[in-house]
Nanobody, 125 residues
Framework: VQLQASGGGLVQAGGSLRLSCAAS????????MGWFRQAPGKERDFVAA????????HYADSAKGRFTISRDSAKKTAYLQMNNLGPEDTAVYYC???????????????????WGQGTLVTVSS
């Protein structure tokens, strides 16, 4: 599976961005796609995830109420709609995927086998 992330950019505080992550390869089985982010000097943290079968979604507390993850199965693409962005959301956002994801692991970085290249989101105050 190869992942291509896009959609990052510069936005003012309070604004919105939509990130996309297109996958090539198999998306069957217990396939799930997640978004993580890494701010300068910090760890790469979980943001949101979606399981392909059933479409269940999962969010970090920092994303709840502001971010929405969705998928287009036909396009093998996941989206992260980010609203009401603040400077604290500035980071490189990475999409990740795995074909054997279990529910309890959707927020764990090491549970994802495949990673995209990252897209930079900068929120100005």
């Amino acid at each position: 599976v190869q992942l291509q992330a896009s959609g990052g950019g510069l936005v003012q505080a309070g604004g919105s961005l939509r990130l996309s992550c297109a996958a090539s390869g198999r998306t069957d089985g217990s396939y799930a796609m997640g978004w993580f982010r890494q701010a300068p000097g910090k760890e790469r943290d979980f943001v949101a995830a979606i399981r392909w079968r059933g479409g269940s979604t999962h969010y970090a507390d920092s994303a709840k109420g502001r971010f929405t993850i969705s998928r287009d199965s036909a396009k093998k693409t996941a989206y992260l709609q980010m609203n009401n962005l603040g400077p604290e959301d500035t980071a490189v956002y990475y999409c990740a995927a795995d074909n054997a994801m279990i529910l309890s692991s959707v927020g764990i970085r090491s549970a994802y086998k495949y990673w995209g290249q990252g897209t930079l989101v900068t929120v100005s105050s």
